[in-house]
């Protein structure tokens, strides 16, 4: 099997000749598995490591972000962020003063004209063999809650689901009828090149859901629906990313038509690999799964070759399983960890 052959089977739920494999990685991380192999190319990276995917997004043509004296910028959402390390942080929440639907309606919100989709066939054609995602290897995957919040700041955003829904929705609907322009135009792009339609919004804590699943029906779902229904009618399967605590919701995913998991968060309450295996192993693809929280950053190489082992035979068994971390590794995590993670999927796996 070639890696597509292979990612494909594993989401169809049949056993490929091995377990697929993906990494997520900061770029200081890259960088650093760079000097270690001795080359300058993040693709060399992966192939060092016998990655099975690839993720493709347009580039951003559009007006120039403002950039001011401090380093800080204005992006295309309008908002104003500056990087403190390796990531970059919100200084400013451009929809925080908003008190009206009026005042949502008249922001200047982003236009898909802004990206270059005629490039993407040339993207697509370097990695034939490969599973091709759609995906923005930054933070703007199609979503709709995560940049609510960072246009309007997590906690205001969280008083208007309670008390004034109707800025809420008016937000949220804005943000979707961007993401789904954005993908009609992606997909009609790349036609058939691309495998995996990827959604990318966080519902869930260490600890429990971030919003209730009434509110999840109410406000994000249809939001959801208009995603996924796009993406089918263009032959993509479909990977949901969420952090945290989100097996109360996994039935809905599921109903939704969501195929692939992502990240299997296993040090969050109830995201136990056994057990998600046993309950939706059937109906899902689990993406994701080694802990970058404390497994890959603070164990010895041992440890963490033993814990793909471990998850390897938990989500592996019968297909269903794409070797990950739970989200991009990193800058803290020892190289060594991270060579003997993806050994062991080879080995193990």
């Known amino acids: 099997?070639?890696?597509?052959?292979?990612?494909?089977?594993?989401?169809?739920?049949?056993?490929?000749?091995?377990?697929?494999?993906?990494?997520?990685?900061?770029?200081?991380?890259?960088?650093?598995?760079?000097?270690?192999?001795?080359?300058?190319?993040?693709?060399?990276?992966?192939?060092?490591?016998?990655?099975?995917?690839?993720?493709?997004?347009?580039?951003?043509?559009?007006?120039?972000?403002?950039?001011?004296?401090?380093?800080?910028?204005?992006?295309?959402?309008?908002?104003?962020?500056?990087?403190?390390?390796?990531?970059?942080?919100?200084?400013?929440?451009?929809?925080?003063?908003?008190?009206?639907?009026?005042?949502?309606?008249?922001?200047?919100?982003?236009?898909?004209?802004?990206?270059?989709?005629?490039?993407?066939?040339?993207?697509?054609?370097?990695?034939?063999?490969?599973?091709?995602?759609?995906?923005?290897?930054?933070?703007?995957?199609?979503?709709?809650?995560?940049?609510?919040?960072?246009?309007?700041?997590?906690?205001?955003?969280?008083?208007?689901?309670?008390?004034?829904?109707?800025?809420?929705?008016?937000?949220?609907?804005?943000?979707?009828?961007?993401?789904?322009?954005?993908?009609?135009?992606?997909?009609?792009?790349?036609?058939?090149?691309?495998?995996?339609?990827?959604?990318?919004?966080?519902?869930?804590?260490?600890d429990g859901l971030l919003i209730s699943p009434d509110m999840f029906e109410e406000f994000i779902e249809p939001h959801l629906k208009g995603f996924i229904g796009l993406a089918k009618e263009h032959g993509q399967h479909v990977m949901y990313h969420s952090c945290g605590a989100v097996k109360p919701l996994i039935p809905k995913f599921v109903d939704l038509g969501v195929e692939i998991l992502n990240p299997i968060q296993v040090s969050a309450q109830g995201m136990d690999p056994a057990e998600l295996k046993r309950e939706f192993g059937k109906s899902l693809c689990f993406h994701g799964a080694l802990d970058i929280q404390n497994v890959l950053t603070k164990n010895s190489p041992d440890q963490v070759h033993n814990e793909v082992s471990r998850l390897c035979r938990a989500l592996g068994k019968g297909g269903g399983y794409i070797f990950a971390p739970t989200n991009n590794i990193l800058p803290d995590t020892p190289v060594e960890n991270i060579l003997a993670a993806y050994e062991a999927a080879r080995k193990h796996c």
């Open 1 to 206: 099997m070639n890696s597509r052959e292979r990612v494909l089977a594993t989401i169809a739920l049949e056993q490929p000749d091995r377990v697929p494999v993906d990494l997520w990685a900061l770029p200081p991380v890259t960088f650093q598995l760079q000097d270690h192999f001795r080359v300058d190319k993040d693709e060399a990276v992966w192939k060092a490591l016998g990655v099975d995917l690839r993720s493709v997004w347009p580039d951003y043509i559009g007006p120039e972000h403002r950039v001011f004296s401090d380093s800080s910028w204005i992006d295309w959402w309008g908002i104003h962020k500056k990087m403190m390390g390796p990531f970059d942080e919100i200084m400013d929440y451009p929809l925080a003063g908003f008190s009206s639907v009026e005042e949502i309606e008249q922001y200047s919100w982003p236009d898909p004209a802004w990206f270059d989709y005629q490039g993407l066939q040339r993207k697509c054609d370097q990695f034939e063999d490969y599973a091709l995602v759609i995906r923005d290897p930054g933070p703007y995957t199609p979503c709709v809650l995560r940049v609510a919040m960072y246009l309007r700041s997590m906690e205001r955003f969280m008083i208007d689901l309670a008390l004034n829904p109707e800025i809420a929705q008016a937000i949220l609907k804005r943000i979707a009828e961007f993401y789904l322009e954005l993908s009609r135009r992606i997909l009609e792009s790349v036609g058939d090149r691309t495998h995996i339609f990827c959604i990318a919004d966080d519902m869930g804590t260490q």
